[in-house]
């Protein structure tokens, strides 16, 4: 009898234990842990979407809708209030259509982004600064002037479609072939994003720096696009045609075939996750 009452005890003491804390969890926990995480979502897809002209798109759709609710409540217009919550439903199918491009490429993102260190994904990424680098020195030999931007976590969607779009695997002699003097093409920088060239005669902004402005115009933009963005832009002068990069709003003039390589393979191959590589970042420029 004394053992069957113990059990009991236990057992009931067990089950409240558990409807305590499923009931913590249920009131509690799992409202703030959902309200966290949607809070997640919604500053990742706005942060990704930040750059595009699909967001330009979706906030002015935001506000007609919500100019045209308001103008029919005060006029109680029943129809139109019908047809708008209608169309606020389907709103979501909207923005599938809206950000179709965007989608693809955070779909594209985030598979690549599981692939990061596989062997295929290094390999691929070898082979393409082995092209650019390669590129690089022909012109340098030639003073072609060229200007190459390499987009990396902050989206140039903005500078990307106000230049020529392209679709082309990153080759050595097309990109030789996009700096050509007589190619309509030359003026303006290449733009290389996910391992492919996206764009051509792309301007970008030059920097503001003092010190620079006796530079030429491809060194002031190819500064001035790392001094605003995460990107890496390179350049072969073309009056001596020496190589130099930009990276984090800093210039490094006159570099080797194998400076170059080096600086390339550590920037993109050995590039560190996000929220560590933003924290030195942050600590480089002193914001820590």
């Not at 009931?23 to 703030?32: C, H, N």
């Not at 595009?52 to 139109?80: C, D, M, P, Q, Y």
């Not at 290094?122 to 092209?131: G, L, T």
Request: net charge negative; glycine share 4%.
């Amino acid at each position: 009898m004394t053992l069957l009452t113990l059990w009991e005890t236990l057992k009931t003491f067990w089950t409240s234990t558990v409807n305590t804390v499923l009931s913590f969890w249920v009131d509690w926990m799992a409202p703030a842990l959902e309200f966290l995480l949607i809070l997640l979502i919604v500053y990742r897809l706005l942060y990704f979407f930040r750059r595009t002209r699909a967001i330009s798109v979706l906030w002015g759709l935001i506000v007609i809708l919500l100019g045209l609710e308001a103008f029919s409540s005060i006029l109680n217009f029943k129809v139109f209030n019908w047809i708008l919550l209608n169309l606020w439903q389907t709103l979501a199918l909207a923005l599938i259509v809206i950000f179709q491009p965007e989608l693809r490429r955070a779909i594209a993102q985030l598979g690549s982004y599981f692939s990061l260190f596989s062997h295929a994904h290094q390999q691929a990424q070898k082979e393409a600064i082995e092209e650019i680098v390669s590129a690089m020195i022909q012109m340098s030999i030639r003073r072609c002037g060229a200007l190459i931007v390499i987009e990396r976590r902050i989206g140039l969607a903005a500078i990307i479609n106000n230049a020529v779009q392209l679709d082309a695997k990153i080759n050595s002699l097309l990109l030789q072939s996009l700096f050509y003097p007589d190619s309509p093409l030359h003026d303006g920088a290449v733009i290389i994003q996910d391992g492919k060239i996206v764009a051509a005669h792309a301007i970008l902004p030059l920097t503001q720096e003092e010190f620079y402005l006796p530079h030429g115009t491809r060194h002031r933009a190819a500064l001035g696009i790392s001094e605003e963005t995460d990107a890496i832009a390179l350049v072969v002068s073309e009056e001596t045609g020496t190589i130099s990069y930009a990276c984090k709003g800093k210039l490094s003039h006159d570099v080797s075939e194998a400076e170059l390589t080096e600086f390339l393979k550590r920037e993109i191959l050995e590039q560190k996750p996000a929220p560590q590589q933003e924290k030195e970042d942050d600590k480089a420029h002193g914001r820590i």
